[in-house]
């Protein structure tokens, strides 16, 4: 099992920034997929970014350029550093580790962009 806990939602002004963190735990296998989605109400939910496990990262075209995804190995913790919000990025946002045998959501977190 894998167990991943996020952070860093909140209410922000359009143009502004927040980071979001998913650390994970549990039985981390040596490939995986490990990213962020979001879900908007009365939207399906959609990729946001993601990174393997061997460093390569890939982007929503609608967040290129302003969302940036990091990972901490020893951590294994990723977080989404999230610049110049705009009120279409409210959402809530999903981790998500992806492996061979299973498919792990984390609880996810509330952001709002508004002023």
């Known amino acids: 099992q894998v167990q991943l806990v996020e952070s860093g939602g909140g209410l922000v002004q359009p143009g502004g920034s927040l980071r979001l963190s998913c650390a994970a735990s549990g039985r981390i296998r040596s490939l995986y997929v490990m990213g962020w989605y979001r879900q908007a109400p009365g939207k399906q939910r959609e990729l946001v970014a993601t990174?393997?496990?061997?460093?390569?990262?890939n982007y929503a075209d609608f967040v290129k350029g302003r969302f940036t995804l990091s990972r901490d190995n020893g951590k294994n913790t990723v977080y989404l550093q999230m610049n110049s919000l705009k009120p279409e990025d409210t959402a809530v946002y999903y981790c998500n580790l992806g492996q061979s045998v299973a498919n792990y959501w984390g609880q996810g977190t509330q952001v709002t962009v508004s002023s």
């Open positions: 990174i393997t496990s061997g460093g390569s990262t």
